[in-house]
């Protein structure tokens, strides 16, 4: 083998691995990015809460939409094509957004969660299919770039906002789909379809009239739906108790990058275990711990914030754990992953318009925090049951004899 051979064989795993980190960059932060500045927009729009609170719900919907039917796409055009696309649509929609109209706030953030929708589904399928043996070590590390990207992006968007406005915050985000495509665009040789137990469209059978599916679903559903509120409101909630913009900001990053903590702590910790019900309990106990705090000792909120993100990025890594532990074959995996993501998304959609509406109606955000609480309660039942050491079709302990 020559030099240049030899250097290529380094090379491509060197620049597939890169190209990985840099798409998982893209698939939070164009969207985490808009929560410190949303006051700002509504300011210059005159969006009611509810109004502002749909600049996180559309990418929600848009995720429950096209996330079971991503796989597709790749069967059609390849992974490595499909992903691509996927980065142009996120870089085409942060353009949009960033050009000034209000309707093109809202249309540029729907493409973005197209984009974005394809991404979530894809990236861990190419995981699977090159490093088969190392998926919890690789998605870890994709899961601390998601989170610093977003915690980047979350952190900037006031200062920039100060030099640049509005434009100039949401805009910056454009460097990472734009980074991320150059550097993939050395794969585009290959077209290669999605790995066994990609999400799946959604459709008729098992899975759709088994408790435990349902079980995995409501709990990643009510995790996502409390995590997307914060998402949106956190600045806000923030600075209605004295904190300054630019620190609300900083403290919204801080629940960003705690979310992809658990990528590289819960892996081993699970894989010890018989059952995953102490540990799904506990981030549904830490989550609701974390929105009591932030109503009952503000000036803390760097530890709720902290907390959150913990319990709330432990709470979506579990739920893409029970999609294969609970079913009983890849096929099964695929189809309970497209139903949780769809029914979940949904659900989450709901969230940030109706909390910007509850505070439009009580002028507080306690109301919303309480909720939060409950909901949190709620989800720590499901990881109960969720965790509990069965599969689909083997529900009952009766079934098991």
């Known amino acids: 083998m020559s030099h ?38 509504q300011s210059a729009f005159a969006l009611s809460p509810a109004q502002a609170g749909l600049l996180t719900t559309l990418p929600l919907l848009a995720f429950g939409v096209i996330s079971p039917f991503a796989a597709m796409f790749a069967r059609e055009y390849g992974l490595e094509r499909s992903l691509f696309g ?48 190392k998926v919890p070590t690789v998605m870890g590390v994709c899961s601390i770039a998601m989170g610093g990207a977003a915690a980047l ?10 030099a640049f406005g509005w434009q100039g915050a949401l805009g910056a ?59 949106a409101w956190l600045p806000s909630i923030l600075t209605s108790t004295g904190v300054s913009p630019e620190a609300a900001g900083s403290l919204h990053g801080v629940m960003q990058f705690a979310s992809a903590v ?38 803390w909120a760097s530890l709720w914030a902290f907390c959150f993100g913990l319990s709330s990025g432990g709470g979506v890594l579990l739920a893409l754990m029970f999609m294969g532990l609970r079913a009983s074959n890849a096929h099964q995996a695929a189809s309970l992953s497209g139903m949780a993501q769809c029914v979940g998304y949904f659900l989450a959609a709901s969230g940030p318009t109706l909390a910007g509406k509850l505070h439009d109606l009580t002028g507080s955000w306690i109301a919303v925090l309480h909720i939060g609480v409950a909901l949190a ?6 990881g109960l049951l969720a965790g509990r050491s069965r599969t689909i079709g083997i529900e009952h302990p009766q079934a098991r004899r």
């Open 4 to 41: 240049r051979d030899a250097a290529l064989v380094v090379a491509r795993p060197a620049l597939l691995i890169a190209g990985l980190l840099l798409i998982a960059t893209n698939l939070r932060a164009p969207i985490t990015g808009v929560a410190p500045v949303l006051e700002t927009l």
């Open 86 to 133: 996927a980065l142009l649509l996120i870089g085409a929609g942060v353009a949009v957004r960033s050009t000034g109209p209000v309707w093109t706030l809202y249309l540029g953030t729907a493409i973005i969660g197209a984009g974005i929708a394809v991404g979530n589904v894809l990236l861990p399928s190419l995981v699977k299919r090159d490093f088969p043996a």
């Open 153 to 162: 992006a979350s952190a900037g968007a006031v200062p920039l906002g100060h």
């Open 173 to 231: 985000t454009a460097v990472f789909p734009l980074v991320a495509a150059l550097v993939w665009a050395g794969q585009l040789g290959g077209h290669t379809g999605p790995a066994r137990g990609t999400a799946a469209a959604p459709h008729g059978g098992r899975v759709w009239r088994s408790a435990l599916a349902w079980q995995v679903t409501l709990f990643m559903g009510i995790n996502s739906l409390v995590y997307y509120v914060l998402v």
């Open 262 to 299: 658990p990528g590289l702590l819960l892996g081993p910790i699970v894989s010890r275990m018989k059952d995953q019900r102490l540990v799904a309990s506990a981030m549904g106990g830490l989550m609701a711990v974390a929105l009591v705090g932030f109503c009952l000792a503000p000036s």
């Open 377 to 382: 309660v709620v989800m720590t039942i499901f």
